[in-house]
């Protein structure tokens, strides 16, 4: 997988097409149905891994105490998305 940074949000490029992501620590979600188009030419001049643009935006995996099962679990510390919310007709 490919991702560029656009104005500091992802976006999945699979070399002739951009498409809107949603990236967490342990999650990644392409919207493979409606490529993005912009407004303006955007300029980018890096191509990223997912594990370099995970890194790049600060996302990585933390300790959290799992009060129910009395564990330390691994959980993601923040999602970055530029999946829009549509509205469910």
């Known amino acids: ?16 097409k951009v498409f809107a992501c949603s990236l967490s620590a342990d999650k990644v979600t392409v919207d493979f149905n ?4 912009f407004k303006e030419e955007i300029e980018f001049n890096c191509i990223y891994t997912e594990d370099e643009i995970k ?9 959290t105490w799992d009060g129910k099962n009395q564990k330390v679990v691994k959980k ?6 530029t999946i829009p919310k549509r509205d469910k007709e």
């Open 55 to 63: 890194r790049r935006l600060g996302i990585f995996l933390i300790d």
């Open 34 to 37: 409606n490529p993005v188009s």
């Open 76 to 81: 993601t510390n923040k999602t970055i998305s």
């Open 1 to 16: 997988m490919a991702y560029i940074l656009v104005k500091d949000k992802p976006y999945y490029t699979n070399g002739s």
